[in-house]
């Protein structure tokens, strides 16, 4: 009998190789295996015909599945390695909002390039949906730089970012502890730390942040006990009389055909609303703070001279070290260079990574 026995146990350990053997190639999927999309299923981006686009997911540090659209040149060639570029959106937005805009142009000119919706938005993974928690979305970068790094076409000393508003904050959050990222760029940044602890222009008083502080940790205890999700801020669901005018400016993209856009499984009543009780861990958050280690790895700026939150990328310039450069656009407002193609200098951005990454 201990032949047969031994015969069995010989097969159990090649049928277990095997098993692994296919989970070890399932986990390191190449694009050409992924899902492959259409262009045409979108209406907030246009991608030239010359690109083609798919959907990739890979976890991030803490396991947590991170969604993203990976534009490759069809006439890439991929028995070599190519620079590459990660985008992420604007804060409450998702990858369809913004990022994939900046990605497809840049692939257009060359790049690889990976927009991601950052953990719980989007389809990423976390819960609750709409979550506040900047360290893991500067964490999601890193895992994009994981996820890059290891195809075959791509060369992962030649990998940039590019944040747009409040992942402009994010990216310098990561980059800071991740010098992987060789050149750091970002548009209409957004300081979400300075934003919800000091408001526009330092215009919130220390007695109405302890207020906010004070009602999110409120709510705490009412989740805690099963009661209703709140959320806080966001785009307004209509325009009234008295809607201010920076709320006009998100609400002509966000509650418009120009950019609206809703994820399956959520709905439009809560899309780029963060949850109440999240919301203050962004007054724990510092992104400028020794920005200027990341030199001497190049900065850029990118802001509207008309935007409302230009104060922020002229504050982390002026922080920041050499080399750095901050470029305001003329006649651009704050939203404007979410999508508006005609007014975004991708020249710019072309030379920048073009200079730095090859």
Request: a neutral charge; proline letters at 5%; one cysteine or more.
């Amino acid at each position: 009998m201990k032949p047969i026995k031994i015969i069995i146990a010989a097969s159990l350990m090649i049928l277990a190789q095997a098993c692994t053997e296919k989970k070890e190639k399932e986990q390191a999927k190449k694009p050409e295996e992924m899902e492959k999309l259409s262009p045409k299923d979108y209406t907030t981006f246009k991608v030239d015909d010359s690109i083609e686009m798919y959907r990739v997911t890979f976890k991030n540090l803490y396991k947590m599945d991170v969604v993203g659209h990976l534009f490759i040149p069809r006439n890439l060639d991929r028995g070599t390695k190519h620079a590459a570029i990660i985008v992420g959106h604007p804060m409450g937005a998702v990858k369809e909002q913004s990022a994939d805009v900046y990605a497809s142009n840049m692939a257009v000119r060359g790049f690889i390039t990976l927009a991601i919706d950052l953990s719980f938005w989007g389809e990423s993974e976390g819960e609750p949906r709409n979550a506040i928690l900047p360290d893991v979305y500067a964490e999601d970068f890193s895992a994009a730089v994981d996820f890059l790094g290891t195809r075959d076409f791509v060369d992962r000393n030649s990998i940039g970012v590019i944040g747009v508003c409040g992942s402009g904050s994010f990216v310098i959050s990561a980059a800071k502890i991740d010098p992987r990222m060789k050149a750091v760029a970002t548009v209409s940044m957004y300081d979400m730390g300075s934003a919800n602890r000091n408001a526009l222009n330092h215009s919130q008083t220390l007695e109405q942040r302890k207020q906010i502080i004070a009602e999110a940790a409120e709510q705490r205890y009412a989740e805690f006990t099963g009661g209703t999700t709140k959320y806080t801020g966001g785009t307004v669901l209509k325009l009234q009389n008295n809607t201010h005018p920076i709320q006009r400016e998100f609400f002509d993209f966000y509650r418009t055909p120009r950019g609206e856009y809703t994820p399956k499984g959520t709905s439009r009543e809560t899309t780029t609303k963060p949850t109440l009780s999240s919301n203050t861990k962004f007054m724990n958050f510092h992104p400028f703070n020794d920005i200027e280690t990341i030199s001497p790895r190049p900065m850029l700026f990118i802001t509207g001279d008309q935007a409302h939150s230009k104060e922020f990328s002229e504050d982390a310039y002026k922080r920041a070290a050499m080399p750095k450069e901050l470029v305001y656009v003329n006649g651009a407002g704050h939203v404007d260079l979410y999508d508006k193609t005609d007014l975004i200098p991708f020249d710019k951005l072309e030379t920048f990574f073009t200079t730095h990454l090859r």
